[in-house]
């Protein structure tokens, strides 16, 4: 018995660094050469050290994950390590903050941000909190729901979980 006559073939593209002639970059195509991989990150960039600097999850050319970040990046010069949730191509995560800064120095969340569908977002408490990145005291918290600045006094009867 046949169970699937259709194979997809994959490709894997990798770029070196033209001196350290490490890996800088690699991408996994699908058969009609988008960003595409089932069980890991499409894309993967690297330093010239070979240092991971992001991974980012594809599906047929769309950024996507169900169980995790779709992206994840380290910016060396600013000294922090990003996490975005993203389903279908927008920035959405459900049960949790979409967008999460960390200082590598500190290890402060220094921002955490909600949303929905590309839009900040969060019914019962703060969509945006950004904090002081050595004593991660808060600086700032945002009430957004749909996209719209609401006013903090409306978390009155928010409590944090």
Known sequence: MKVNDFVRTQTIEVEYHPLTKKKIKETFLDDQGRPH????????TFSPTGLELSSTYFQHGVITRGDGPAIELIDLENQYH???????????????????????????????????????????????????????EINAKFAVIDGQQQPLSSLADFTPG
């Open 37 to 44: 991989r089932d069980d890991g990150p499409a894309l993967r």
């Open 82 to 136: 990003k996490l975005v949730g993203m389903k279908g191509g927008l920035i959405d995560r459900e049960g949790g903050p979409a967008e999460i800064c960390t200082d590598l120095i500190s290890g402060v969340e220094f921002s955490v941000c909600f949303y929905r569908q590309n839009k900040m977002h969060r019914v019962g408490g703060e969509a945006l909190i950004t904090r002081d990145r050595s004593t991660g």
